[in-house]
């Protein structure tokens, strides 16, 4: 099993950066694809960048130009920069493990993150 731990969230203005990590811990060895999902109040959590462990990257269309995910495999860590915030972004954001490529079921994700908080003022 995987433990992972999200860092990084806070409080900003639009059109501001932020970027989170997400620390991985235990049993890393094996190809884990990783994403950021996030939720916001009284939405449903939603997917919003994955990466396979090739590199590949996809991102939800409401983000797409604006956030870059990226892994640093050597570090076990996983990061969201996150550009051009957006009052909308406002979430709290979770990492999660998978043993499958990168897609947006959770059910599909075996180890998730406690989560960190973005919250963006206009």
């Known amino acids: 099993q995987v433990q992972l731990a999200e860092s990084g969230g806070g409080s900003v203005q639009a059109g501001e950066s932020l970027r989170l990590s997400c620390a991985a811990s235990g049993n890393t060895k094996g190809r884990y694809s990783m994403a950021w999902f996030r939720r916001s109040p009284g939405k449903e959590r939603e997917g919003v960048a994955g990466?396979?462990?090739?590199?590949?990257?996809s991102y939800a269309d409401s983000v797409k130009g604006r956030f870059i995910i990226s892994r640093d495999n050597a570090k076990n860590t996983l990061y969201l920069q996150m550009n051009n915030l957006k009052p909308d972004d406002t979430a709290m954001y979770y990492c999660?493990?998978?043993?499958?490529?990168?897609?947006?079921?959770?059910?599909?994700?075996?180890?998730w993150g406690q989560g960190t908080q973005v919250t963006v003022s206009a």
């Open positions: 990466i396979d462990s090739g590199g590949f990257a």
């Open positions: 999660a493990a998978s043993r499958y490529g990168v897609n947006w079921y959770e059910q599909k994700y075996s180890s």
